[in-house]
C-alpha cells in the first residue's frame, strides 16, 4: 500500500516517497508563494496546538481580506463582472464533461491512458462538477483560495477517493514549520520542513492558531497565485477591485443622499424690512415665516384643532430680509437638482471597476450585442479577456491535478516516485465557449494552407518538405512523426474498391478479362 495509515499526531494520510524526510541544507527559509504561514521552531517554543503570533500578520489579514472579497462580490456590478468571467472559465455540456485531458506527450501504453482518464471522470463526479462546476469556480475566484478534504473509506484505499468535502478558507491555514541549525562551518541553516493544515471547525483565531493537524496530503489547497508585494500574502483576484468597488458605492450614495435633498423645487421668500434695524427686521421675518408656516390640524378622534408648526429645514423654503431701496417683498423659485440623472461620473467609476476585474467594458453596455464575424473585428479587450481566462483555468485546473495524483496512486496504478515524472505531460482541455478562439484557430489554418499553395511551385527547388513543416506549418518534430506515420499507415490500409474504365479497356483489347477489384479477390 502505498498510503501511509492515520498519524498518531496528525489526522489523515500520507504519500511515502523516497524523499521522505529528506531536505536540501540551506540558508534560505522555505517560500510563502503557497500561502502558508512559515514558523521558526528553532526560535518560537511550543508546539503545533498553539502559538501567539503577531496579530496584525498573516492569518489576520487573510480572513478579513476574504471576508472583504465576499462583501465586495455581492455588489451588482462586480457580480456580474463575476458571472461573465465563471460563465467563459467553465462551459457546462449536457453530454459530455466540461473538461477533458490531453495526454498526447504522456508516453505510456494506451490502457493506463483509459484508466487515468476514467480516474479523472471519477473525480469530477466526486465534485459533481457538471452540476456545480460553476459554483465551486466561482468559490476559488472570489476567496482566492479553495480547499478539500480527501477521504477514504476504512480499509479500503484501493478503490480510491470515497468523499472529497469542501473546507471554508476561513477554517484552515497551511503551515511550514521548519527547523534550523548551524553547520560545521558555523552558519545557520534550514535541517527540515515539516508541512500540514491546521483546521478548527470555529475558525482560525486571530491571535493564536489552534485546531486538529491535518496531514498535507490529505487537503487539496489550491490558491490565485497572487501575492501582495507588501507583506508577501496570497490575495484573491478581486484585491484591486475592492477600491474602486467601494468609490462607485460611495459615490452611489452621496449622488442620492444630494438628489433626494435637492430635488424638491423650493420658494425664495424676499421680504421689504425697510429701514427697521437688524433686530427688528429679524423679528419681523421670522413673525412673517411663523404666520405661514403655522397650520391647523384637526384630531378627528378628539375633535380639537391644534396649531401644529413646521420647523424650517434646509429642504424647505428660504426667508431673505430685504432692505430699503430694493425691490420690494418678492418670492422666487429655487429648481431642484437635476444630478441623478446627468451622473456620467458614475460610469467612470463603473469602467474603472471593470478595468480591474478584466472584463472588456463593452459587456457594461446592454445594448452592444455580439457580432460573430472575422477575429479582425474582435476587441482588444475581448482578446485579453479570453487570454485572461485562459489563465486562470490553468491555475484552477491544479485541483483536478492534486485529487488526480491521490486518485492515481490509491489504485495502485501509478507508484509515488513516477507521479513526479509524467505530472507535467498532463494537460486538462476546457470546454472553450469564446466564438473568438475558434475564429482564431480557424483563420491561422486558413493562412497555413494559402501559404502553403504559394510556396508549393518552388518546393524541391528552392525549399524542403521539412523546411516548410517547421517554417510554415509550425509543427514540431513529434507532429512531423506523428502526421508521417499516419500517411503510411492511411496509405497502406488504401484498398481499390473499383476498376478504372482504361484498366477495363486494355484488359479486352489484350483478350483478357477486366480485373476485379482487391475486394472480390478477398471474398472469393
Not at 469542501?166 to 515539516?194: H, Q, T, Y
Not at 507588501?230 to 467601494?246: E, R, T, Y
Not at 478584466?358 to 446592454?366: A, T
Amino acid at each position: 500500500m502505498n498510503l501511509r495509515e492515520s498519524l498518531s499526531d496528525i489526522f489523515g494520510f500520507k504519500i511515502k516517497t523516497s524523499e521522505d524526510g529528506k531536505q536540501i541544507p540551506s540558508v534560505v527559509p522555505p517560500s510563502a508563494s503557497d500561502g502558508s504561514l512559515v514558523i521558526d521552531t528553532s526560535v518560537v517554543g511550543g508546539g503545533w496546538q498553539a502559538f501567539v503570533y503577531d496579530p496584525d500578520a498573516a492569518v489576520k489579514t487573510e480572513n478579513d481580506q476574504i471576508r472583504r472579497y465576499r462583501e465586495v462580490s455581492q455588489l451588482p456590478e462586480v457580480d456580474s463582472a463575476i458571472s461573465d468571467i465563471v460563465n467563459e472559465a467553465i462551459v457546462s455540456d449536457q453530454e459530455d464533461y466540461p473538461i477533458k485531458l490531453e495526454l498526447d506527450n504522456l508516453k505510456v501504453s494506451e490502457g493506463i491512458k483509459v484508466k487515468i482518464r476514467e480516474s479523472l471522470e471519477e473525480i469530477l463526479n466526486l465534485l459533481d462538477f457538471n452540476t456545480h462546476g460553476h459554483e465551486i469556480f466561482r468559490h476559488w475566484y472570489v476567496d482566492g483560495r479553495l480547499a478539500y478534504h480527501i477521504l477514504f473509506k476504512e480499509n479500503d484505499v484501493k478503490k480510491g477517493i470515497a468523499e472529497v468535502r469542501r473546507i471554508d478558507p476561513l477554517k484552515i491555514k497551511r503551515i511550514k514549520n521548519i527547523k534550523k541549525g548551524r553547520n560545521s562551518a558555523g552558519v545557520e541553516i534550514v535541517e527540515s520542513i515539516e508541512e500540514y493544515f491546521i483546521y478548527n471547525d470555529r475558525g482560525i483565531s486571530e491571535n493564536a492558531i489552534q485546531g486538529v493537524k491535518l496531514s498535507i496530503d490529505s487537503v487539496v489547497y489550491v490558491q490565485s497565485g497572487l501575492i501582495d508585494a507588501s507583506n508577501n500574502l496570497i490575495v484573491g483576484h478581486l484585491q484591486k477591485a475592492i477600491k474602486p468597488a467601494n468609490q462607485l458605492r460611495m459615490i452611489e450614495d452621496a449622488i442620492i443622499i444630494y438628489t433626494m435633498t435637492r430635488a424638491p423645487d423650493r420658494r425664495i421668500f424676499y421680504i421689504d424690512v425697510g429701514n427697521l434695524p437688524k433686530i427688528k427686521a429679524e423679528q419681523y421675518v421670522q413673525d412673517i415665516m411663523n404666520k405661514f408656516k403655522n397650520k391647523l390640524v384637526y384630531n378627528a378622534s378628539t375633535g380639537e384643532i391644534a396649531d401644529s408648526k413646521k420647523q424650517l429645514a434646509m429642504i424647505e423654503d428660504f426667508w431673505m430680509p430685504r432692505r430699503d431701496g430694493s425691490k420690494g417683498t418678492e418670492i422666487t423659485t429655487l429648481q431642484g437638482s437635476q444630478s441623478l440623472i446627468q451622473a456620467d461620473f458614475v460610469y467612470y467609476f463603473q469602467e474603472k471597476l471593470y478595468q480591474s476585474l478584466n472584463v472588456p467594458l463593452s459587456r457594461i453596455k446592454q445594448d452592444s450585442g455580439f457580432q460573430l464575424g472575422r477575429s479582425q473585428e474582435t476587441t482588444r479587450d475581448e482578446l485579453k479577456f479570453s487570454k485572461f481566462v485562459g489563465r486562470l483555468r490553468v491555475k484552477f485546473s491544479q485541483l483536478f491535478h492534486d485529487l488526480l495524483r491521490v486518485q492515481l496512486i490509491a489504485k495502485n496504478l501509478i507508484r509515488a516516485d513516477e507521479w513526479d515524472s509524467i505530472n507535467s505531460k498532463i494537460r486538462y482541455d476546457f470546454i472553450k465557449d469564446n466564438h473568438f478562439a475558434e475564429l482564431k484557430d480557424t483563420e491561422i489554418l486558413t493562412n497555413r494552407i494559402n501559404t502553403l499553395q504559394l510556396i508549393d511551385p518552388y518546393l524541391g527547388k528552392y525549399y524542403s518538405k521539412s523546411w516548410v513543416q517547421k517554417n510554415v506549418l509550425q509543427l514540431d518534430d513529434d507532429e512531423i512523426k506523428e502526421i508521417a506515420a499516419e500517411i503510411k499507415k492511411e496509405g497502406e490500409e488504401a484498398v481499390p474498391t473499383e476498376i478504372t474504365t482504361q484498366q477495363a479497356m486494355i484488359a479486352m483489347q489484350n483478350g483478357e478479362e477486366p480485373p476485379l477489384p482487391a475486394t472480390s479477390k478477398g471474398k472469393e
